[in-house]
């Protein structure tokens, strides 16, 4: 252990005790209160006068007055000690690190002095840099992975401790076995090492997370979307009775009027009248059989899904559908993804028009299959059919516009999908073939 | 000569179709058509189509659905098409049978006609759906413009070569993408066999085929091409050179 005179020992340990509460500072803004900071600069003190008698109290004390900042801010637990770790972490490893370049600039002997100022400000430059570099990352990463997430915090949590811990036990026994200078430089290698491990297996296993949410999301989805399809199939039901119904009561008026019984059927028909709660507009006009019998629950459920939308949004649908269409399994969720946006963009298209048409056909023969998916444009729109595959382009000003880059990605990666979209007379028009395997 | 061919189970439209015709013969002597056959039998005329011995010109007017017959519009439609695919057929519908996009897939006709529109302007459709055959009848014949062809599924399609500003290839894939005034299509093949058949196609990259005739301008220090309706390309710095050559002759 390298002498230091206890003035000197003291000012250090106060400087790295007001280093921590700085850095807590900088994590968790909710908590830089006035009383926080005097509290924070009289725990620096006191306990740098304690870690003087009792060496090695300071820390466990520092933790301590550490929750006791959490006075009026009350995060998660979880979210407290991932702090506290990071916290003291940031502050060891800088301090090694400080410590060992000074070390090594200057003789502690003839250039004490210069030593400890050397210390002290890497100390604190290495410590804000790496803070400021951890909260950009996570800035960045905040976009892809959702930081509140109990689940992921725990994650982190963890592998910031089992770092600490890693890296306080190299100290300790390097301190114990009297060698610390001499192990302190593979000390500091071995935790950058560990930290890029512990940092990329913990972002691989949020991924993985990450994608397992996911799943069940898509679980979930496709349940309601059965549902629903399982509603539409019973209203279809439903529809064909009345049909029926109606053709019966009509074929009874028509005997009533044959045997000229004007009075009875004209009662009859008023009592019909008030009966048939059933208004034959509102029928959904959604009654293509064949819509119902495509084989694919992913994809007859996007189609039927964004029909609906479109009818609720006023836009007149129209489905032609082949009889028996069998799609491939392994297609199934790519059409579904393409059909999804194409219809998206057909309806926030064609909904700038007077009349907004959406018109989908599905032909299936021999050698392919082919989606189709056409709308109207208001009058005179101009549409650079050249431009709309390039990402951030979108006839819709705010729109994510990254639709049709999309589909086209996704065509793409199937060497038997084939896209072909036209532009002609106001007319919008996106064909999906897909070609079969012989 | 233009035959015309009628099929519609309604016997008295029929005979309003063969006055529409006849007194479009009397406005317009200068063409030489004649009504081939006109009937309310599907099977008859499927006959008919199977067997004609002539070379004629076709124009097709079919009703979409027959009362007393299995076999519709379509199924007669797509059995014209097998051998004739330059054969104008107008469908004679109502608005509910309409499979609008089906039809323009499978047959594309060249018009539709609706019943519930009355008679005058069934008339004025008529005239029109002629006018317009004859005019690319003309045209055909005229001046033989070069077409592009290639096929996708079942189906072969064909392209004004007029029409295209470039084709490219995705190096990982086999496809070739086709960026014409109205569309970008892609389908199987490859830049080599195309540059050998179109001399107007110069190729401006190892991976695009520009139509010389539809440059705009070129950008040599971008080194992009542009094209008449704004679109632009990549053009490779090796093949600069060549390409203002080229556009200079």
């Not at chain 1, 509290?39 to 929750?67: E, K, Q, R, W």
């Not at chain 1, 909260?135 to 905040?142: A, E, H, P, T």
């Not at chain 1, 989805?221 to 439903?238: C, G």
């Not at chain 2, 009848?137 to 096929?151: D, G, N, P």
Request: aromatic share 12%; proline share 2%.
């Amino acid at each position: 252990m390298i002498y230091l005179n206890t003035t000197s020992y003291q000012i250090m340990d106060f400087i790295n005790n007001m280093l921590f509460f700085l850095l807590v500072f900088i994590i968790i803004p909710q908590i830089r209160l006035k009383s926080n900071v005097i509290l924070a600069i009289v725990a620096s003190i006191t306990f740098s006068f304690i870690d003087i008698y009792h060496d090695g109290m300071g820390i466990p004390l520092l933790i301590i007055s550490y929750f006791l900042l959490f006075r009026h801010y009350k995060p998660n637990w979880t979210n407290r000690i991932l702090w506290l770790l990071i916290g003291l972490f940031t502050n060891a490893f800088s301090q090694s690190l400080a410590w060992i370049i000074s070390v090594n600039l200057f003789n502690y002997h003839n250039q004490f002095i210069e030593s400890l100022a050397c210390n002290i400000i890497l100390n604190y430059v290495f410590a804000l840099f790496i803070t400021y570099m951890g909260i950009y990352l996570v800035r960045r990463l905040s976009q892809y992975i959702n930081f509140n997430d109990p689940i992921i915090i725990t994650i982190i949590t963890s592998s910031m401790l089992i770092l600490l811990v890693g890296f306080t036990a190299f100290t300790t026994i390097s301190r114990i076995l009297n060698v610390q200078l001499e192990y302190m430089r593979t000390n500091i290698v071995l935790t950058v090492i560990i930290f890029i491990f512990i940092f990329l297996g913990t972002l691989y296993y949020i991924a993985g997370y990450i994608k397992q949410q996911q799943a069940i999301r898509e679980l979930e989805k496709i349940k309601e979307s059965n549902l629903y399809i399982k509603e539409l199939e019973d209203n279809y039901d439903e529809m064909r009775k009345f049909k029926h119904d109606y053709k019966n009561l009509l074929l009874s008026l028509s005997v009533l009027l044959e045997n000229d019984d004007d009075k009875y059927a004209g009662e009859k028909v008023k009592d019909l009248l008030k009966d048939s709660s059933m208004d034959i507009n509102d029928v959904p006009k959604l009654n293509n059989p064949n819509l119902f019998k495509i084989q694919d629950e992913l994809v007859r459920g996007i189609i039927i899904s964004k029909m609906i939308t479109a009818k609720n949004l006023g836009i007149k649908v129209t489905t032609e559908v082949d009889p028996n269409i069998r799609i491939a399994r392994s297609y199934s969720v790519s059409i579904t993804r393409i059909l999804g946006i194409l219809f998206d963009n057909a309806i926030e298209a064609c909904r700038k028009g007077a009349e907004p048409t959406l018109n989908f056909a599905l032909i299936d023969d021999k050698y392919a299959t082919e989606f189709i998916v056409n709308n109207n444009t208001a009058p005179n729109t101009k549409v650079d059919i050249n431009k709309i595959f390039t990402n951030g382009f979108s006839t819709k000003e705010n729109h994510n516009g990254i639709g049709l880059a999309n589909v086209q990605e996704l065509v793409n990666k199937k060497p038997n999908f084939f896209l072909n979209t036209k532009f002609e007379n106001d007319e919008f028009t996106v064909i999906l073939t897909i070609e079969k395997e012989n | 000569m233009l035959n015309v061919a009628i099929c519609e189970d309604n016997l008295e439209l029929i005979d309003v179709y063969r006055l529409i015709f006849k007194n479009y013969m009397k406005d317009h002597p200068e063409h030489d058509m004649r009504i081939v056959i006109s009937t309310g039998n599907p099977t008859e005329f499927e006959n008919y189509i199977k067997y004609r011995s002539d070379n004629n010109d076709m124009f097709y007017l079919i009703d979409i659905e027959f009362a007393d017959s299995q076999t519709k519009g379509i199924d007669l439609a797509e059995e014209i098409r097998k051998n004739d695919a330059t054969a104008k057929i107008v469908f004679i519908t109502t608005h509910e049978e309409l499979a609008y996009l089906t039809f323009k897939r499978k047959i594309e006709p060249l018009d539709y006609i609706r019943k519930e529109d009355g008679i005058k302007s069934m008339n004025e459709s008529l005239y029109k759906d002629l006018d317009l055959t004859f005019q690319r009848l003309h045209e055909l014949k005229s001046q033989r413009k070069k077409m592009f062809h290639y096929s996708l599924g079942s189906r072969d399609y064909t392209i004004d070569v007029s029409n295209i500003n470039y084709l490219e290839t995705s190096s990982s894939s086999h496809k070739v993408f086709l960026h014409s005034l109205t569309e970008i299509t892609e389908f199987r093949g490859n830049l080599n066999s195309i540059e050998e058949e179109f001399t107007n196609l110069y190729r401006a990259h190892k991976s695009i085929l520009v139509n010389l005739d539809n440059i705009h301008s070129i950008d040599s220090l971008n080194k992009m091409i542009y094209f008449n309706d704004g679109s632009s390309c990549e053009v490779s710095r090796r093949k600069l050179p060549g390409l203002k050559r080229k556009m200079a002759q």
